[in-house]
């Protein structure tokens, strides 16, 4: 069975660095694209890039480029995604998702999601 | 990149049937048959119910369908039951090989 377990939630302060994960198993970890996905409060979804862990060939979104950084560790099978420097606007859920074929535009297994507070 | 185009909201009675549309542009939905759509009902993470514009993935009840003409993408529900209220999002692969999503789409079963 394909899972996707995502990191607990996680309460910063402006200003603060922040590395979640999402824990891929029940498939080849290393074959497939992997995104994430963002969803403010109330809000819809936002694609925010993807990653292919085999060779950590990144794309990233032209909203989020430069401000957070998509990584994977292949031999622990756990992708990430980092800030530097959290801003309030940064709250949101936080979805990893994949797709076990080759076209990476469609998610059919996605994590239960990340929620990051941010706030002073 | 601006997101696809979804009514804010639709709603039907049980049993009736209802569209939900996704309009794009040439740079994206008019030029890919890379459009799929997910259900979220609140508080839940999204699930695919359509891929490639109107396949859909095994499990996912023939009442839901997806067609596309030119810039615009349909979802369509038929025989609609209470466990389909939820929100619906479409996606489309670009030209600039990213994806967008919809606005999204509150659909009420009345």
């Known amino acids: 069975e394909v899972q996707l377990v995502q990191s607990g939630a996680e309460v910063k302060k402006p200003g603060e660095s922040l590395k979640i994960s999402c824990k891929g198993s029940?498939?080849?970890?290393?074959?497939?694209?992997l995104g994430w996905v963002r969803q403010m409060p109330g809000k819809g979804l936002e694609w925010m890039g993807i990653?292919?862990?085999?060779?950590?060939?990144?794309r990233y979104s032209p909203s989020f480029q430069g401000q957070v950084t998509i990584s994977a560790d292949k031999s622990i099978s756990t992708a990430y995604l980092q800030w530097s420097s959290l801003k309030a606007s940064d709250t949101a859920m936080y979805y990893c998702?994949?797709?076990?074929?080759?076209?990476?535009?469609?998610?059919?297994?996605w994590g239960q999601g990340t929620l990051v507070a941010v706030s002073s | 990149q601006s997101a696809l185009t979804q009514p804010p909201s639709v709603s039907g009675s049980p049993g009736q049937s209802v569209t939900i549309s996704c309009t794009g542009t040439?740079?994206?939905?008019?030029?890919?048959?890379?459009v799929s759509w997910y259900q979220q009902p609140p508080g839940t993470a999204p699930k695919l119910m359509i891929y490639?514009?109107?396949y859909r993935p095994s499990g996912v009840p023939d009442r839901f369908s997806g067609s596309k003409s030119g810039n615009t993408a349909s979802l369509t529900i038929s025989g609609l039951q209470a466990e389909d209220e939820a929100e619906y999002y479409c996606?489309?692969?670009?030209?600039?090989?990213?994806?967008?999503f919809g606005g999204g789409t509150k659909l009420t079963v009345l």
């Open positions: 998702a994949t797709r076990t074929s080759s076209d990476w535009w469609t998610f059919d297994y």
């Open positions: 029940g498939y080849s970890f290393t074959t497939y694209w």
């Open positions: 990653i292919y862990p085999g060779d950590s060939d990144t």
């Open positions: 040439s740079s994206d939905v008019g030029s890919y048959n890379r």
């Open positions: 490639e514009v109107s």
């Open positions: 996606s489309s692969y670009t030209s600039r090989s990213t994806l967008v």
